[in-house]
């Protein structure tokens, strides 16, 4: 009897242990449960209308192990207050209590290993959560416009996704674990609350817009990361330091734009590129190191920078965007490296402090304080041009359409024989250009509209010697207010020459060549003082010193000058001699010897040359040759001599040293000739 009863318990024991049930079933708090199709779990699966605002999830309901909260299973329960999640679930899926905004009390169970999107999307009365260690992943938008100030993280967790704290805007903290490798896209975005935060040395990569529109202060980006997602960093107006570790390579488009509290930016040696609007917008920026790896500055990498002083950019770019220093207006200067070969329109619009752009490939100094957005192009790509007294480079090749549009402030231009063509509307509206300087030997064929509204009617046109005829007759080139040959300076293998213009010369921007005039005459020594000077008036006798060769000289202002004792002639002129109280001499080298030598009676001094009159009663004896001084300290070889014969040669064979001795044969250095200290070099 005994055991039968024994066997009737244990057969009831059995049923109520296995007994397991199908399909979906609701418990007393109002949660429904699905069983799935193995014969030992369940998942959570939706509520009934009479839900309890306190739920725990059990770990087994009827027979089966609860292992997931089912997508939407709790979706806008606006009523519930507190949730538990039991061990046995594994996962969280996807919107389980998306705009459950009572909601203040969560309880994750240490077993879950996944928090999939939208999974408490706008609990808006949630302020903290502690993810559990067993958690690996949190999906995208998971916990996205809660109310959370603090956030625990598990030590497992290798990957946040987009959106995960998307406008959390009560948090003012974060840990990221160590495990986390990806940072993703929009993970902290608008959290305007968060002041400051850690990134473990485990994170690789910044998604695009992380931390944009935080209330960040600072930011140490540890040496893992290699990738600054686009905007990673944007709009963070409290932020007032970043260090940026050599480990970056890229740094993505408008990543630190709206960064307004930024002043100072050190760019590591590793980046290759800087996207576009990196920087737009960081007001109080003052200082950027852009270093040499990189190659390329992005469309308005720092546009309206209104701080930013000074930037040098290094040899190794090769690009520039469009407008990628627009309305910088407390920027001042930039040097453009060689190596740049494109730089975009409007590069720098609105850059109304910048007095100079230094081009390196011709040296050339842009006089920019306008708009500063002419634009040409070389070798198909573009080159800056300032806005003012403007010498395009001579690699450029074409002049765009509407390079110089409404430069009001363009006064000059000088366009070298390189360009081959010049786009529509190029100089259009540029009320204030009085000359354009040009390098071809047949003119250049343009539109109508190149030079329209510039009253250019008014300005000179300044062409290559012996080709005013032809430009004359050319469309648009003849409707010029005047048309003025440019003198070319040819120099012979001597190094130096006299020379006379019909117009005013411009030196001042010339490093191969230089000008002088003769200020001054020491009978003493049969010397004459040669100053230099920059601006020479027209029909001035000038002596000109440079390398061989030839060179076009700019116009210039034609100031005037004293005290010269050259006389330029303007046509062939015939001189002798002696003409009433003066000796006339004509630069010339006689024996290895150059100097002023009187000229021979009849003599034709060409024209464009110079000649140096000299009282007779004031040379002294026995004079045949005139000494040049430079005061400059420049040199034709012999800074002083005693006057020499018409042979080139000294009067006196005996030349002594400092000591009185007698030395037959001088080497280089000071002695005495004819009573005078020469030297000899």
Same mark, same amino acid.
């Given at each position: 009897m005994k055991r039968h009863l024994f066997t009737i318990v244990l057969s009831l024991f059995s049923l109520l242990t296995f007994a397991q049930f199908s399909g979906t079933v609701t418990d007393s708090q109002g949660v429904k449960y699905t069983a799935n199709d193995d014969e030992s779990t369940c998942y959570v699966s939706g509520h009934e209308d009479n839900y309890s605002a306190t739920i725990e999830i059990p770990e087994e309901f009827e027979g089966r192990s609860v292992t997931s909260i089912g997508g939407s299973a709790f979706n806008n329960c606006s009523s519930l207050t507190t949730i538990t999640i039991p061990y046995s679930v594994t996962s969280i899926g996807y919107d389980a209590f998306a705009d459950c905004n009572s909601l203040t009390s969560v309880t994750i169970g240490n077993n879950v290993t996944s928090?999939?999107?939208?999974?408490?999307?706008?609990?808006?009365?949630?302020?903290?959560?502690?993810?559990?260690?067993?958690?690996?992943?949190?999906?995208?938008?998971?916990?996205?416009?809660?109310?959370?100030?603090?956030?625990?993280?598990?030590?497992?967790?290798?990957?946040?996704?987009?959106?995960?704290?998307?406008?959390?805007?009560?948090?003012?903290?974060?840990?990221?674990?160590?495990?986390?490798?990806?940072?993703?896209?929009?993970?902290?975005?608008?959290?305007?609350?968060?002041?400051?935060? !850690?990134?473990?040395?485990?994170v690789t990569t910044i998604g695009d817009r992380a931390f944009a529109y935080c209330s960040l202060t600072s930011v140490t980006i540890p040496n893992s990361v290699t990738s600054i997602g686009d905007a990673a960093f944007a709009a963070c107006s409290g932020l007032t330091s970043i !260090?940026?570790?050599?480990?970056?390579?890229?740094?993505?488009?408008?990543?630190?734009?709206?960064?307004?509290?930024?002043?100072?930016?050190?760019?590591?040696?590793?980046?290759?590129?800087?996207? $576009?609007?990196?920087?737009?917008?960081?007001?109080?920026?003052?200082?950027?190191?852009?270093?040499?790896? &990189?190659?390329?500055?992005?469309?308005?990498?720092?546009?309206?920078?209104?701080?930013?002083?000074?930037?040098?950019?290094?040899?190794? &770019?090769?690009?520039?965007?469009?407008?990628?220093?627009?309305?910088?207006?407390?920027?001042?200067?930039?040097?453009?490296?060689?190596?740049?070969?494109?730089?975009?329109?409007?590069?720098? $619009?609105?850059?109304?402090?910048?007095?100079?752009?230094?081009?390196?490939?011709?040296?050339?100094?842009? $006089?920019?304080?306008?708009?500063?957005?002419?634009?040409?192009e070389t070798a198909s790509n573009k080159l800056i041009a300032g806005c003012?007294?403007?010498?395009?480079?001579?690699?450029v090749t074409s002049i765009e359409n509407h390079a110089f549009y409404g430069c009001s402030r363009l006064t000059s231009v000088t366009i070298p024989s390189s360009v081959t063509s010049i786009g529509d509307y190029a100089f259009y509206n540029c009320r204030g250009l009085t000359s354009v300087t040009v390098d071809w030997e047949t003119p250049l064929e343009i539109d109508g509209s190149v030079f329209a509204s510039s009253y250019y009617g008014n300005a000179t046109l300044y062409v290559p010697k012996g080709t005013k005829a032809l430009y004359e007759a050319a469309d648009v080139w003849k409707d010029f207010g005047d048309i003025v040959e440019m003198d070319e300076i040819t120099i012979g293998d001597e190094g130096i020459r006299t020379y006379c213009s019909t117009q005013a010369l411009d030196f001042s921007d010339l490093d191969n060549i230089k000008a002088y005039i003769v200020s001054a005459f020491k009978p003493s020594t049969g010397e004459v003082t040669l100053t230099r000077i920059t601006d020479v008036p027209a029909n001035t006798g000038i002596v000109v010193k440079g390398a061989a060769g030839t060179y076009t000289i700019p116009m210039g202002p034609g100031e005037t000058i004293v005290a010269n004792m050259l006389r330029g002639v303007t046509t062939n002129t015939v001189l002798n001699k002696v003409e009433g109280d003066y000796t006339n001499y004509v630069l010339a080298k006689k024996n290895g010897n150059l100097g002023f030598y009187a000229v021979v009676d009849g003599s034709t001094l060409s024209a464009g040359k110079a000649y140096l009159p000299l009282p007779t009663a004031s040379l002294p004896s026995g004079a045949r040759s005139i000494k040049l001084v430079f005061e400059d300290g420049g040199t034709t070889g012999i800074s002083e001599a005693s006057p020499l014969n018409d042979n080139g040669e000294m009067i006196n064979d005996n030349v002594y040293d400092l000591q009185g001795r007698l030395v037959e044969k001088p080497t280089r250095g000071l002695y005495i000739v004819n009573g005078r200290k020469v030297v000899i070099k």
């Open positions: 928090i999939e999107n939208h999974a408490f999307w706008n609990c808006s009365s949630l302020t903290s959560i502690t993810i559990p260690n067993s958690v690996t992943s949190i999906e995208d938008w998971a916990f996205a416009f809660c109310s959370l100030t603090s956030v625990t993280i598990g030590n497992n967790v290798t990957s946040i996704g987009r959106g995960a704290f998307y406008y959390c805007s009560g948090l003012t903290s974060v840990t990221i674990p160590n495990s986390v490798t990806t940072i993703g896209e929009e993970v902290f975005f608008g959290c305007s609350g968060l002041t400051a935060i !850690t990134i473990p040395n485990s !260090t940026i570790p050599n480990s970056v390579t890229n740094i993505g488009d408008v990543a630190f734009s709206g960064c307004s509290g930024l002043t100072s930016i050190t760019i590591p040696n590793s980046v290759a590129s800087i996207g $576009d609007g990196a920087f737009w917008g960081c007001s109080g920026l003052t200082s950027v190191t852009i270093p040499n790896s &990189v190659t390329s500055i992005g469309k308005r990498t720092f546009a309206e920078c209104s701080s930013l002083t000074s930037v040098t950019i290094p040899n190794s &770019v090769t690009s520039v965007g469009d407008r990628a220093f627009e309305e910088c207006s407390s920027l001042t200067s930039i040097s453009i490296p060689n190596s740049v070969t494109s730089i975009g329109d409007s590069a720098f $619009d609105g850059c109304n402090g910048l007095t100079s752009i230094n081009v390196d490939p011709d040296n050339s100094t842009y $006089d920019s304080r306008n708009n500063c957005n002419a634009i040409v003012q007294n403007t010498v395009i480079p001579n690699s």
